[in-house]
């Protein structure tokens, strides 16, 4: 199996930046797409951002494009969430996913509040 553990949320003011860390152990070479998803209370989670892990294609959701990055560091199994321009419909929990063939694997998950 697949071990994901977040860090780096934390609560900010509109228009900052926080950037999510995402730490892989496990049966790395079997993933193939990481995921950054967010669930705001009382709202069904939803997908923020993938990446390919070979290759590097990005997928962003329509509500965080041209303001969150997520990128890939192989080498040591870790995926980033850069959020930048944060708003305060960007508050969530951030959850990282790691999904290969026959598995999927959840972190923990991390808390990211923007208010003024």
């Known amino acids: 199996q697949v071990q994901l553990v977040e860090s780096g949320g934390g609560s900010v003011q509109p228009g900052e930046s926080l950037r999510l860390s995402c730490v892989g152990t496990?049966?790395?070479?079997?993933?193939?797409?990481m995921a950054w998803y967010r669930q705001a209370p009382g709202k069904e989670r939803e997908l923020v951002a993938h990446?390919?892990?070979?290759?590097?294609?990005?997928f962003y959701a329509d509500s965080v494009k041209g303001r969150f990055t997520i990128s890939r560091d192989n080498t040591n199994d870790t995926v980033f969430l850069q959020m930048n321009s944060l708003k305060p419909e960007d508050t969530a929990v951030y959850y990282c996913?790691?999904?290969?063939?026959?598995?999927?694997?959840w972190g923990q998950g991390t808390q990211v509040t923007v208010s003024s």
């Open positions: 990446i390919i892990t070979r290759g590097g294609t990005t």
């Open positions: 996913n790691a999904l290969g063939i026959g598995l999927e694997s």
């Open positions: 496990g049966l790395i070479s079997s993933i193939y797409t």
